[in-house]
Nanobody, 118 residues
Framework: VQLQASGGGLVQAGGSLRLSCAAS????????MGWYRQAPGKQRELVAS??????NYANSVKGRFTISRDTAKSTVYLQMNSLKPEDTAVYYC??????????????WGQGTLVTVSS
């Protein structure tokens, strides 16, 4: 499985961005997908994930970010609204093969940088 992330960029606080992550290869193996982020000097953290039946969000992004999935296109999206400077980070998409996992980590995409200016 290969994951290709896109959509990062520079945005002002309060603005929006949408990240996309397209999977290719043995996509039939994928059960869950998610987005992580890593800010400078901090550990990577799970931002949001989606399984076949549920979504999961970090408390810091609830109400502002929405994860969605287009199974036909093997693509997961992260709509990010009301962005804050503390959302600045490299965002990584990931996929998992175990059904129901809320922290997919079997496959990783390259990171995409999101910078939120104040």
């Amino acid at each position: 499985v290969q994951l290709q992330a896109s959509g990062g960029g520079l945005v002002q606080a309060g603005g929006s961005l949408r990240l996309s992550c397209a999977a290719s290869g043995s996509v039939f193996r994928i059960n869950s997908m998610g987005w992580y982020r890593q800010a400078p000097g901090k550990q990577r953290e799970l931002v949001a994930s989606i399984t076949m039946v549920a979504t999961n969000y970090a408390n810091s992004v609830k109400g502002r970010f929405t994860i969605s999935r287009d199974t036909a296109k093997s693509t997961v999206y992260l709509q990010m609204n009301s962005l804050k400077p503390e959302d600045t980070a490299v965002y990584y998409c990931a996929a998992g093969v175990v059904a129901g996992t809320v922290a997919p980590s079997d496959y990783w995409g390259q990171g995409t940088l999101v910078t939120v200016s104040s």
